[in-house]
């Protein structure tokens, strides 16, 4: 019914490449862009600041370990410290110069968490699966020491917090405590859907192909001429790269300020989830895998009070937490392979309804 | 087709729109009172009893008075899981709200919240916590930390030591531990640590203890153990207090040289040591047991009704009785508000000039059915948001805190100008920190 292709014909190999090949996809995707970004308009404080932003912050962070768990197959448990790294960069350069364009800092900030990324990526070569995983372990526990520690990365305030200052963008307050939410929606909306778009466009190429065949097997892809080292690493880079920015983004354009705290194991281990149950080598997976662990929870807390019903704040968390891990065993019982894949396969069923086969 | 196509979407957006604007319909006639509270995860053992105490006195306000100048108060508890993401999480969620004040109950959420108070015209409630350099009230007009900040209370433990080894000349040479949870909580005392250290002459050694370590414990007692200081000084809260209590007493620590902040003096920490914890002593600024006619009504109008969710047991213990205590200074902030502008319903703007007049003699808390509950509260004014008031020192007998000591007075001295340092600093470094506009009222 919604996905009646008859009389879309494809006349080009461009057209027959296209990564939306069915023009309602491509209908689809409008609608929610235009939705995406109109949503100031109608959408109260609380939905922006505590539900939109933070879910495109987290659906950043999921790509960027998607491209590395994903689609190169290294698991890696450092992105929570390497979300770090950025939020620490971007500090960092912005109190040395406080007259760039923050924006420029948040971007640039990746950069630092790709060099980070990149070194820690280099076990890579010699171990895998879960004892990679261990390695990147080393750089959780790490990078989060030198966030506690270094009293120079947080400009030694007593606290150990960093805060952040106030930051114009042509003559609009984008950070700091007096930035709109909307303003902080819009240029977080903007980075995030640019980031997916050239991941996308990434993962289509040269580039992603050889990380898939990394991933599918190293030694088939070595003997195909893919040298490993260099594309595990950029795998690594380019992924750290996206947790970087993703981190910045969080804590200037979301949290305001962070402890150490914040970037601990468990932001880690957040994101993994969000890619397992999302989908493995899905783009699409990261950002339903955040909806569902991030905004999830949210949505479940104010059922009761719209039905009226008087239970205790922390009674609903309990239960919160319970409907929520049921929901995980579910989804992953009907599909292990994430809601990525689940989508896909309700696609196809829509596209032969009501003729199955 | 397209049309259907249309309708549902069309209903698919109405559906949201309705549940968007469902959970702001809000009655104005009564004073909204969020409660910042964690009955859940690793801090829940010092959140609870404090959730109760403060959730139990405003409801016995509301059974008894029927709340406050014949408004009732909606008191909703906003669960935090003392995680700052949810915390933030709570302050969106009630400020559309009218809250009256938000007390966030750990210091990362108030680190979090402070510059978005006065933007969003919310007073901050941080009792004896949060950010010490908040109380210069000519940069922090929207934060108070009454009635003392930590270093106030660093200060009145390094001058009960003193008291003990027979002056504060004595200290020279001695060491002193310090253990901490290492977070901008337990940070906070160190540079004032270390200024007294100087001062003094004595040497310090910094026990930090790591959130996720904070079970554990066991290296930090280790070293304690090598290095044997003179005296132990604890800002631990949550699952460290009980943990280091008992890791204490397992080395043979003298209990009785192991002094803890306020937020370290529960009943449950002591418990933890056990028999062996007997001698431990801990700040603490509000009245222990139940022996006030207050907390009798509340036991009478809320806990015997069933509308509490406090275990028998646990009623009118130490943290319980903090809870009181912080909802006793939002209660009064709200009687002063309404005097002040002649509302009966208050909302944050005038909240925040409350808190400013409060002003709790000897006698008013015996008015308000707390005689000798605590000290009095009366160094509140637009300059100081703290009142920089006293502390006494109670110590575990092995089944129950007993009071030792009588107040004991900050050395305002030396806590003064690191706080207008630490706030000069903290302002400078925020670019674009508002100036204060507020106008100052007369203490009431």
């Known amino acids: 019914m919604f996905y009646r292709e008859a009389g879309q014909f494809k006349t080009s190999y461009a057209s027959d490449q296209a990564i939306f090949p069915i023009l309602q996809d491509r209908i689809g995707i409008a609608v929610i862009l235009v939705a995406a970004f109109s949503l100031p308009l109608y959408a109260n404080d609380f939905i922006l600041n505590a539900v939109m932003i933070p879910f495109l912050i987290f659906a950043l962070a999921s790509i960027g370990l998607n491209l590395l768990t994903g689609y190169t197959g290294q698991l890696s448990l450092g992105t929570g410290a390497f979300m770090g790294v950025g939020a620490y960069a971007c500090y960092k350069l912005t109190s040395i110069w406080p007259d760039v364009n923050i924006i420029v800092w948040v971007i640039c900030s990746g950069f630092f968490a790709a060099g980070v990324g990149a070194i820690f990526g280099l076990p890579s070569l010699r171990i895998k699966g879960f004892y990679l995983a261990i390695a990147t372990l080393a750089a959780q526990f790490f990078l989060e020491w030198c966030f506690i520690r270094i009293a120079w990365l947080y400009n030694y305030n007593i606290s150990g917090a960093i805060e952040v200052p106030q930051r114009t963008v042509l003559g609009v307050i984008v950070t700091g405590p007096r930035a709109t939410s909307e303003t902080r929606y819009i240029v977080v909306l903007a980075i995030v859907v640019a980031m997916t778009w050239i991941a996308s466009n990434l993962m289509h190429g040269r580039i992603g192909r050889t990380w898939m065949a990394v991933r599918d097997m190293d030694i088939a892809a070595e003997l195909m001429g893919i040298r490993l080292l260099p594309t595990k690493l950029m795998a690594f880079a380019v992924s750290s790269f996206y947790c970087g920015v993703a981190g910045a983004l969080m804590v200037f354009l979301w949290y305001g300020g962070a402890e150490p705290a914040v970037f601990n194991i468990n932001q880690s281990f957040t994101i993994l989830f969000m890619i397992i149950i999302g989908g493995l080598g899905s783009l699409l997976g990261a950002y339903l895998g955040a909806a569902l662990i991030y905004i999830l929870p949210i949505v479940l807390r104010f059922v009761p009070e719209w039905l009226g019903i008087p239970i205790h704040a922390a009674t609903v968390e309990h239960i919160t937490f319970m409907i929520v891990g049921v929901l995980i065993v579910f989804f992953l019982i009907v599909e292990p392979a994430g809601l990525a894949r689940l989508w896909s396969i309700g696609k196809q069923k829509l596209r032969v309804w009501p003729f199955p086969y | ?444």
């Open chain 2, 1 to 444: 087709m397209k049309v259907r196509q249309v309708i549902m979407g069309v209903a698919c957006a109405g559906l949201v729109a309705t549940a968007i604007y469902a959970s702001k319909a809000q009655a104005a006639d009564d004073i909204y009172v969020p409660l910042f509270t964690y009955r859940t995860g690793p801090y829940a053992n010092s959140g609870i009893p404090i959730a109760n105490g403060m959730h139990d006195y405003l409801t016995m306000l509301n059974e008894r008075d029927g709340g406050i100048g014949g408004v009732k108060l909606n008191v909703e508890e906003c669960e935090t899981g003392y995680d700052t993401k949810k915390g933030v999480e709570c302050w969106e969620s009630v400020k559309s709200k009218n809250p009256t004040v938000v007390n966030p109950f750990s210091t990362g959420i108030t680190l979090q919240l402070i510059p978005k108070a006065s933007v969003d015209k919310i007073p901050i409630l941080s009792m004896a916590y949060g950010l010490s350099a908040a109380a210069v009230g000519k940069d922090f007009p929207w934060v108070f930390n009454p009635p003392a900040t930590y270093w106030d209370g660093l200060s009145m433990i390094i001058k009960y030591i003193g008291e003990k080894e027979g002056g504060l000349a004595k200290l020279k040479g001695k060491t002193i531990g310090y253990i901490f949870l290492d977070a901008g909580y337990g940070r906070e005392p160190i540079p004032l640590l270390e200024q007294l250290a100087k001062d003094y002459g004595f040497n310090v050694k910094l026990y930090p203890v790591a959130g996720k370590e904070m079970q554990d414990q066991s290296s930090q007692w280790l070293s304690v153990r090598r290095d044997r200081p003179n005296w132990m000084v604890m800002w631990g809260w949550g699952a460290m207090n009980p943990t280091a209590v008992k890791r204490a007493s397992e080395n043979g620590y003298p209990m009785d040289h192991f002094i803890g902040v306020w937020w370290s003096g529960s009943d449950d920490d002591a418990r933890g040591g056990g028999k062996a914890a007997k001698g431990y002593l801990a700040l603490n600024f509000s009245g222990l047991g139940s022996n006030y006619p207050a907390i009798q009504d509340i036991k009478k109008y809320v806990v015997d009704k069933g509308k509490s969710q406090v275990e028998k047991d646990k009623f009118a213990d130490t943290f319980y009785n903090r809870g009181v205590y912080n909802t006793v200074l939002v209660a009064e902030a709200i009687r002063n508000a309404q005097k002040l502008t002649g509302k009966k319903v208050v909302v944050g703007e005038d909240v925040r000039r409350g808190l400013e007049t409060l002003h709790i003699t000897e006698a008013r808390w015996k008015e308000l059915g707390f005689p000798g509950f605590a000290g009095p509260l009366t160094g509140i004014s637009c300059a100081d948001h703290s009142g920089h008031q006293g502390a006494y020192m109670q110590q575990w007998d092995g089944d129950k805190w007993v009071k030792v000591s009588n107040l004991i007075e900050p050395m305002k001295d030396k806590v003064e100008p690191l706080l207008q340092d630490a706030a000069k600093e903290y302002v400078d470094k925020a670019t674009g920190w508002p100036k204060r506009t507020e106008a100052c009222d007369k203490a009431m």
